[in-house]
């Protein structure tokens, strides 16, 4: 059984930099692709970022991209996502999820395990 600990969140005011980590244990991690989502109220999960097994290929989305960064540490078990230059509109729940089979997905309900989820506001 696979466990995925999120930690980092928090309230922060609009400009300021959060980061979140993710820490995996009960499976070899090293060889798993690592996704961060989140999810507003009253709306959908929606994709972050995503990580390959060796941090050698990151993807974003469109609204995140030139201000978050997704990495990881193998011999941790740990992936991190840096937050920063926040907006009001980054506020939501974050979880991060793990993909076994090493895809590069975008769409959660491909992933095979997930994180209970932290709370990242930012204040205007």
């Known amino acids: 059984q696979v466990q995925l600990v999120e930690s980092g969140g928090g309230l922060v005011q609009a400009g300021g930099s959060l980061r979140l980590s993710c820490a995996a244990s009960?499976?070899?991690?090293?060889?798993?692709?690592m996704g961060w989502f989140r999810q507003a109220p009253g709306k959908e999960r929606e994709f972050v970022a995503v990580i390959n097994w060796s941090g050698g290929r990151t993807s974003y989305a469109d609204s995140v991209k030139g201000r978050f960064t997704v990495s990881r540490d193998n011999a941790k078990n740990t992936v991190y996502l840096q937050m920063n230059s926040l907006k009001p509109e980054d506020t939501a729940v974050y979880y991060c999820?793990?993909?076994?089979?090493?895809?590069?997905?975008?769409?959660?309900?491909?992933?095979?395990?997930w994180g209970q989820g932290i709370q990242v506001t930012v204040s205007s």
């Open positions: 009960g499976r070899t991690f090293s060889s798993c692709s």
């Open positions: 999820a793990l993909d076994y089979k090493g895809n590069h997905y975008y769409s959660a309900s491909l992933y095979d395990y």
